[in-house]
């Protein structure tokens, strides 16, 4: 966001003048990406392989923000988040329905829900969703 100020006491050689000063807000950002390449626990949090990029001008006292290990996200300023997962569900006949979907503080988000499942034949899907939501600091 930018706010002008202008000083209408300010005098130029010709005459009168206007000093203008520009702010320029911060805006803080955090870009993750993460790889998994296989994953069957039913009913537990995604784990990831890899990091594939992270980008971010958040800092606070050496925190990490981003567990792979645990799939937790803990959210280090308030504020609102896009959060985007894709995956491709291999699903055989006979097989429980893969779903995911996206957790605050441990309770499902139900409008980030995938489903995928099948009756007859083998199938891969792929899906995925991308939900806005506003967290707070230390939300998970």
Not at 12 to 18: A, N, R, Y
Not at 42 to 46: I, L, R
């Given at each position: 966001?930018i706010?002008?100020?202008?000083?209408?006491?300010?005098i130029?050689?010709?005459?009168?003048?206007?000093l203008?000063v520009?702010i320029?807000?911060?805006q803080?950002?955090?870009?993750?990406?993460?790889?998994?390449?296989?994953?069957?626990k039913?009913?537990?949090?995604?784990t990831?392989d890899?990091?594939?990029t992270?980008?971010?001008?958040?800092?606070?006292?050496?925190?990490?923000?981003?567990n792979i290990?645990?799939?937790?996200?803990?959210?280090?300023?308030?504020?609102?988040?896009?959060?985007?997962?894709?995956?491709t569900?291999?699903?055989g006949?006979?097989?429980?329905?893969?779903?995911?979907?996206?957790?605050?503080?441990?309770?499902?988000?139900?409008?980030?829900?995938?489903?995928?499942?099948?009756?007859?034949?083998?199938?891969?899907?792929?899906?995925?969703?991308?939900?806005?939501l506003q967290?707070?600091?230390?939300d998970?």
């Open positions: 966001k706010r002008r100020y202008f000083n209408k006491n300010c130029s050689g010709s005459g009168k003048g206007l203008e520009q320029l807000r911060q803080h950002f955090s870009s993750l990406c993460a790889y998994k390449s296989k994953f069957s039913k009913g537990s949090t995604v990831y890899k990091i594939v992270a980008s971010t001008n958040l800092e606070y006292k050496g925190m990490t923000f981003w290990a645990s799939g937790k996200y803990s959210v280090p300023i308030s504020g609102v988040y896009r959060i985007d997962y894709s995956l569900a291999w699903n006949n006979g097989d429980e329905p893969v779903i995911l979907h996206v957790r605050k503080n441990e309770k499902s988000i139900p409008e980030s829900k995938h489903n995928s499942d099948t009756i007859t034949t083998d199938v891969a899907d792929k899906g995925g969703a991308s939900i806005l967290l707070e600091m230390g998970t």
